[in-house]
């Protein structure tokens, strides 16, 4: 990963005609929330860079320990065509970070897409994203997140959820399944299948399919 920040801004900003994945980092991210879907896009290398983003200048520890170096500073992009929120544990006090939601709401308001994996719906509700949408996430943390979001039509049973320009998923891992929903959405299904195929990955495609649901209570 780069260890120094890039200022160009925004990030589309190599002439190239690609799409740009924003993935915003925060202390305590869950490492699959984040490499997981990141895997998935970055086998589209051709039409899809990748960008991590940050408030903080110095590494960024995620819950399980190893840091991540930003490419960007998250106050100044200004743009990005897909916006990538993962969860966390660290996702509870970011939910009272006004500068990050202000930050998202900002990115989410010029992407094509924008994508929650796990607890990281918390922190698209608090920003006001959801209002209104249906949404899901994190199974284990479903109850937890809704008391913190009015206004939210929350899916109780779900892999992802897909409301216009907003995905939404699961717990932990299904966030690759949302990302390569979101992969099939802006190139198509077949895309998207090639990419699982070399990831050598079982793509759930029904978003409904969701075990974690009832082994948690919530049907």
């Known amino acids: ?16 005609v690609r799409r740009t994945v924003a993935a915003v980092v ?10 997981g879907p990141l895997e998935m896009f970055g086998l589209l290398s051709e039409d899809v860079q990748i960008r991590i ?11 399980q320990g ?20 993962p969860g966390g544990p660290g996702a509870g006090q970011q939910a009272h970070n006004t500068a990050l939601l202000a930050s998202l709401q900002r ?4 992407a094509e897409m924008t994508a929650s994996v796990c607890t990281g719906a918390l922190l698209l509700a608090k920003a006001g994203l959801l209002a209104g949408r249906r949404a899901t996430t994190n199974k284990q943390a479903f109850h937890w997140v809704a008391e913190q979001s009015e ?11 897909e409301d216009g320009a907003f995905f939404t998923s699961s717990g932990v891992s299904a966030g690759m399944d949302m990302s390569l929903a979101v992969i099939a959405k802006l190139f198509g299904l077949q895309r998207a299948r ?5 990831a050598e990955y079982e793509w759930r495609e029904v978003s409904d399919w969701d075990p974690f649901a009832k082994a948690n209570g919530l049907v």
């Not at 983003?53 to 819950?63: G, H, I, K, T, Y």
């Not at 990115?107 to 010029?110: K, V």
């Open 107 to 110: 990115l989410s308001a010029r």
């Open 26 to 35: 925060f202390p305590g991210f869950e490492l699959l929330d984040l490499f």
């Open 151 to 161: 206004g939210v039509e929350w899916v109780r049973q779900a892999r992802w959820v």
């Open 194 to 198: 090639d990419v699982a195929m070399e």
């Open 66 to 85: 190893p840091q991540v170096v930003r490419d960007s500073s998250l106050s100044d992009v200004s743009a990005c065509d897909v916006l990538l929120v």
């Open 1 to 16: 990963m780069p260890a120094q920040d890039q200022q160009e801004s925004p990030l589309p900003g190599d002439g190239a």
């Open 53 to 63: 983003v940050s408030e903080l200048a110095e590494p960024v520890a995620s819950a």
